[in-house]
């Protein structure tokens, strides 16, 4: 359902409901009838074609709710979102390519048994008699004929793509599998001919299998890239999930349960501890702390009284508030978020693929020599169209793309299963070919070389006050207290094996701090101005609170019988990975930036203990994807890690998107790299694993094209002018499977690949 709200400026509000059931225009004007008599809509328009009612109406006087339920009681069903639909459609799409792949396999695997079985001398392996190429070629032939018709049929598409892109002279991987595996069939379909006009010799020379297998190895990568890009609707589904189904709201002075997308603007809300946010508007009643972490990335909550804003989806942690609805549908700032997220996917560019780039060269080079070497060698080779359909088809299987078609992918394959090995999971070859051209690496604070949640960082005792009863009185009062920050001032004396003392008389005061007796004496813990209330003297400690103020830090002040008796600091600390892996980012030659909705002084702060130097403090959570933007607008390849849902659309805006794994699951689905172990030195890991996996493809390309050069020139014929033997199709089919045994080999050096900071094997 998509709804905007136009009751600002305009008549009402504005809904658009899909509806399911009709069966003719006389259906649509039923339903336009059935909306049309309740009280303040309108107008509604029902449209039979696309299945959707768009309705306005007047919030005060008709609700959603009676809108669907009219269209229930004249027969029909409103329908599920778009976004449910286009979840399904990509699922089909998903499910097609692996039914495609497991045909193609349970074909394929037979088939390359029987071709390869009857070769392997040094072991019997089970073979059927009646298949025996010696004493049955006929029958052996037409048995590989049949296995390969139903693996070219599921893979008709690489034809019919590959052969086009051919005519319209831009080929691509497409073409050269269509190449390869035509050239490998129809020459085969010929011995298979020459096998039933009784020349069984022929029956050494069937190349089948080639075909099957190189359609079943693409089908699987295939499937695989389809699984990799349906994790984008994934996630925009998860940031959709994040807002409450429903919200309570008065509806004639009582608490009413109500869908959330049957929130009008100006209903009052109410919202319990421990409750989301259900859309975005005012406080109007009640103090709380809500966690924002998840919009702003700040782990601190946020104090809200009578006026501030609150947002969907954020949670309200400590007390009961009532709240107007300002914002709702389309228009909420997570909604924005999703949006961004969608819009970012969408515009970002495909990187080409290296084998895409030299097949457009090379299948072009290659079908002209194969067909001049044919057309010369029949002219002036005595016109023997069997001699020079032999050379014309000895130069394709040469040519045939299975070193250059595994070049790429077994690189790829080795370099993520080297990741996962080290805790970095890499979604794919284009996250992975991509990760080495970085030049700028920007970091979220929270969460990412933060961690994420508060902790006790100072504990400053006045002249002549112990620490450790310091924190004792003031974690033994916050042991009630529901506030944050007084739960890491309770974790932290629990972590030096305090045991807290027993409280009477505690009290919480809004918006300071709390109050207690323990032991008989009177504490108090909380801000300033709840200091300032209480009469209590803060001389000797006023300077010390603003030193750690400027460290980004929050003092908390206690004092005991009306004197001070010190201050303990709570902050986000910064993670110990932090700083090493910054320093190692340096060494490589990277920049690297930090990105907050923090304050400059706090962010700065921040920066000064990890080493870096250009921050970007201050910025909403929808901005952060426009200084990405910013930085690629300079030239520069991006970079963007971070945790958190306020994250995501950067993510998803720069060259390369890195999640922490201890994050949101939709930053995860949301980036190309996610760091399972939280450990930021995985990150320089990433961009080096990247760096040698490249280096390895191109090394990968370079024998796959190099067994090419040498072995079309005497697939033509080239040896045979020179008074050498004429290159037989099957000599040449041994060279390309050579050419891909070294591919392979070559790519499997990378599994000594070692994580920066230990002994790097050479690659």
Known sequence: MERTETGRSGPGSNITIPIGGMTCAACAQRVEKAIRKLEGVTSVSVNFATEKATVI???????????????????????????????????????TLWTKFIISAVFSLPLLYIAMAPMITFVRLPFPTGLDPMRYPLVYALAELLLVIPVIIVGNKFYTVGFKALVQRSPNMDSLIALGTTAAVLYSLW????????????????????????????????????????????????????????????????????????????????????AKIPVDGTVLEGHTAIDESMLTGESMPVDKKAGDAVYA?????????????????????????IKLVEDAQGSKAPIAQLADIVSGWFVPIV????????????????????????????????????????????????????GAENGILIKGGEALET??????????????????????????PAAGYPQDALLLLAASAEKASEHPLGQAIVLGAQDRGMELLPVENFESLTGRGIEADIAGKAVLAGNRKLMDARGVSLAGLAEASDKLAEEGKTPMYVAVDGKAAGIIAVADVVKQSSRSAIESLHKMGIDVAMITGDNQKTAAAIARQVGIDRVLAEVLPQDKSNEVKKLQGEGRRVAM????????????????????????????????????????????????????????????????????VVGIPIAAGLLYLLGGPLLNPIFAAAAMSLSSVSVLTNALRLKRFKAVGQEAGAV
């Not at 070497?373 to 069997?386: P, Q, R, T």
């Open 641 to 708: 890690v971070g945790d958190g849902i306020n994250d995501a659309p950067a993510l998803v805006q720069a060259d390369i998107g890195v999640a922490i794994g201890s994050g949101t699951d939709v930053a995860m689905e949301s980036a190309d790299i996610v760091l399972m172990r939280s450990d930021l030195r995985d990150v320089p890991t990433a961009i080096n694993l990247s760096k040698r996996t490249i280096r390895n493809i191109k090394q990968n390309l370079f024998w796959a094209f190099g067994y090419n």
């Open 57 to 95: 109406y007047e919030p005060q006087k008709t609700r959603v709710s009676a809108i669907k339920e009219s269209v229930e009681k004249a027969g029909y069903k409103c329908l599920a979102s778009a976004v449910d639909e286009d979840r399904t459609r990509k699922q089909k799409e998903i499910q």
């Open 367 to 418: 079908c002209a020599v194969a067909i001049a070497a044919g057309v010369l060698w029949f002219a002036f080779g005595g016109g023997n169209i069997e001699f020079a359909l032999t050379i014309f088809i000895s130069v394709l299987v040469i040519a045939c793309p299975c070193a250059l078609g595994l070049a790429t992918p077994t690189a790829i394959m080795v370099g993520t299963g080297k």
């Open 191 to 274: 011995n298979v001919l020459q096998i039933a006009a009784g020349a069984f010799a022929a029956v050494e020379s069937l190349y089948f299998e080639t075909a099957g297998v190189i359609i079943t190895l693409i089908l699987l990568g295939k499937s695989l890239e389809a699984v990799s890009k349906g994790r984008t609707s994934e996630a925009i589904k998860k940031l959709m999930g994040l807002a409450p189904k429903t919200a309570f709201v008065i509806q004639n002075g009582e608490e009413t349960e109500i869908p959330i997308d049957e929130v009008e603007i100006g209903d009052i809300i109410v919202v319990k501890p421990g």
């Open 435 to 460: 990760a080495h051209k970085v030049n700028i690496i920007v970091f979220d604070k929270t969460g990412t070389i933060t961690e994420g949640k508060p902790a006790v960082t100072d504990i400053l």
């Open 313 to 337: 989806a954020t949670l309200n942690t400590t007390g009961t508030m009532r709240f107007r609805a300002d914002k709702i549908g389309g228009d909420t700032a997570l909604a924005q978020i």
